[in-house]
């Protein structure tokens, strides 16, 4: 008679459970990828079908056609302007099947803008099972490198951000808002890998004081328990740990006396956070000795010792926070999981562990309809490392290549087609082929298409800069004084990091220039960069004041000489570069500055479309 199987512990059964769900995530990862050419055809054709009677499709001639032959062939390659109208349309209340067959649920608002405003990108309920999919592919990915994470806590500090609503009734909001606002999020099941220190209310609540103060005070309540730290973008952990630089002294009190902090004033934060909270005098006695030290290098082993790794996205403009990461951590690995948009999901690093400068996304197959739009990059001048910072060349190719067809080390722009309704977008992001799993490329994130600065997930252009720049200055003119010439950089030595412009100013006249004036001229390029930077600094709070640093007379021919001396840039085609990222040229900048002037307010920002604002 065989032997009935041994029940075991609870422990042992857990375990048990753990572990086939990790080797069902892991070879679903390897069925994709190794299928990856048929999924992608599997991918479109139920697109397709299932779409072929909307607006924009028949619009387009494709008729029904399901094939990526005819898709190809029929269907233009579009940016976000090209759909503006019929975006436009669903915003205000057709409910028509105008860009897809299921009802488009809300609108993700894009870090990227349009006109100075969000880009609004349609999405529908099922999007959200198809983003909890590839969320639920990270932790048995990183189980591989890292083992026994179900054993302890995440400290993840996770925010909403503002929401509205457009004339027709939907919601527009940030796609990560969208996801922690979902039951997928709220409601989810118990599982030790989304077992997180700060409760949900501390993460949904909107007053951004309140949510870091208490989601903090319950990492630091649980500091044993922590086995990884980290935040969405890299800027966003620094500012938390800013943050308990600023207020380490009251959460020490609260911590000591098992009292909440009153400025803590919503309900359902104050109860969930007293859930965690009890009177611990040696826990508070410990983290304030570790915060009074002068250095605060390693701050993170030091009151959380079990940390294992920061999870944060250190990828494209938030590399150049990984020295600060480092000082903080103490060179614990900086982990980059998934690769996300407000358009799609697209992919995640099968090797978390690797050197951030190496890290790569496979792209999945199933999670939209994926081309890629070679391109070429030309340095710009001040580039020692044509990797990071380039521009694209005007003349694009025509022949769109699909996901399987792509080659090693080439750049291309991503181009998606998705199950909400868009078809042949291009997302405006510069990948490199790095390698390949199984037959699924995978991608360095180069950068993102024509941005100049970024801080947080303010996307601001050359174009957009220059014309607020040039409204600023016509200021001076009263002065007798006008604006020779500037160039730019992000300055994050400060927390939160803050956009500088370096200004040559030719002046005529012995009248001053008030100091008032130049602080005026900050306020007002601030009031006309897009709504993303202006919600960054009005808001969130994840933005500096922008800064003015006038510099001598003369400063940009030296830059000039010195690109032509030391970077061998040519004297006939040498332009004045609007942004710099090469530490000698900003201390050639930073040696000759005069005087600097910040912005004395924050610029104005409200939720939603300037065009939304008087719709009740």
């Known amino acids: 008679m065989p032997e009935a199987p041994k029940t075991g512990s609870s422990q042992d059964n857990h375990d048990y459970i753990i572990d086939e769900k990790s080797k069902a995530a892991l070879q679903f990862i390897e069925d994709v990828t190794m299928n990856a050419d048929e999924v992608q055809k599997r991918v479109l054709e139920e697109i397709l079908s299932r779409s072929s009677k909307v607006e924009y499709l028949q619009r387009h001639g494709l008729k029904g056609h399901t094939d990526h032959e005819t898709f190809k062939k029929v269907m233009p390659v579009i940016k976000y302007e090209n759909l503006l109208p019929d975006i436009e349309r669903i915003a205000n209340g057709d409910a028509s099947p105008i860009l897809c067959s299921h009802p488009i649920s809300e609108f993700l608002t894009s870090s990227g803008t349009s006109g100075g405003e969000r880009k609004l990108m349609p999405t529908i309920e099922e999007e959200l099972e198809r983003r909890s999919l590839l969320y639920s592919l990270l932790m048995p990915v990183m189980s591989q490198f890292v083992p026994s994470l179900d054993k302890g806590k995440g400290m993840y500090f996770l925010f909403i951000k503002s929401e509205a609503k457009t004339p027709g009734g939907l919601l527009a909001r940030p796609v990560l808002t969208s996801y922690y606002k979902s039951s997928y999020f709220k409601d989810r099941p118990y599982d030790p890998y989304t ?17 870091m103060y208490s989601q903090m005070l319950c990492g630091l309540c649980q500091n044993t328990e922590v086995l990884r730290v980290g935040a969405v973008f890299a800027s966003g952990f620094i500012r938390a740990i800013k943050f308990l630089e600023k207020h380490w002294e009251v959460l020490c009190n609260d911590i000591r006396s098992g009292s909440l902090n009153p400025k803590i004033t919503d309900t359902s934060v104050r109860e969930s956070v007293m859930k965690v909270l009890k009177s611990n005098p040696n826990l508070a006695n410990f983290i304030e000795v570790e915060c009074r030290k002068e250095s605060w290098r390693g701050i993170i082993t030091r009151l959380w010792p079990n940390t294992k790794y920061v999870d944060v996205i250190v990828t494209g403009a938030m590399a150049q926070y990984i020295p600060t990461l480092d000082y903080y951590s103490n060179g614990l690995p900086l982990v980059c999981t998934m690769y996300a948009s407000s358009e799609c999901y697209f992919g995640l690093n099968l090797n ?51 996901l399987v067809d792509v080659k090693l080390g080439q750049e291309y722009e991503l181009v998606v087609t998705t199950y909400s309704g868009l078809y042949r977008y291009r997302v405006g992001d510069i990948l490199r082929v790095a390698g390949f799993k199984n037959k699924a490329p995978q991608f360095n994130f180069i950068c993102r298409k024509n941005v100049a600065l970024s801080i947080d997930s303010d996307k601001t252009d050359e174009v957009e800069l220059h014309n607020a720049v040039k409204n600023a200055a016509n200021s001076l003119l009263p002065f007798d004084a006008s604006l020779m010439e500037y160039t730019s950089y992000v300055d994050t030595s400060t927390i939160p990091g803050h956009y500088v412009l370096f200004w040559e100013i030719s002046h005529n006249s012995s009248t001053l220039i008030p100091a008032a004036i130049l602080e005026d001229c900050c306020l007002t390029i601030e009031e006309l960069l897009n709504s993303v930077y202006r919600q960054g600094r009005a808001s969130d709070k994840s933005i500096g004041p922008l800064e003015i640093r006038v510099v001598e007379n003369g400063t ?14 040519s004297i006939n085609q040498y332009k004045t570069p609007r942004c710099v990222k090469y530490a000698p040229i900003i201390e050639l900048l930073n040696s000759r500055v005069v005087s600097s002037y910040s912005s004395p307010k924050c610029p104005r920002w409200a939720p939603g479309h300037k065009q939304w604002c008087n719709v009740k």
């Not at 949900?200 to 951004?208: G, K, S, Y």
């Not at 890290?359 to 001040?382: C, G, I, Q, W």
């Not at 021919?557 to 032509?564: E, G, P, S």
């Open 556 to 569: 940009f021919d030296k830059l000039m000489d010195y690109a032509i001396s030391q970077l061998g840039a």
């Open 352 to 402: 978390p562990l690797c050197n951030p400068s190496d890290v790569s996304y496979t792209v999945l197959p199933n999670m939209a309809y994926f081309e890629f739009l070679p391109v070429d990059r030309r340095p710009v001048e001040f580039s020692k490392d044509n990797s990071r910072v380039a521009s694209l060349a005007d003349k694009e190719k025509e022949e769109l290549v699909e």
């Open 195 to 211: 077992n997180y220190t700060s409760p949900n209310e501390t993460i949904l609540c909107l007053d951004a004081y309140q949510s």
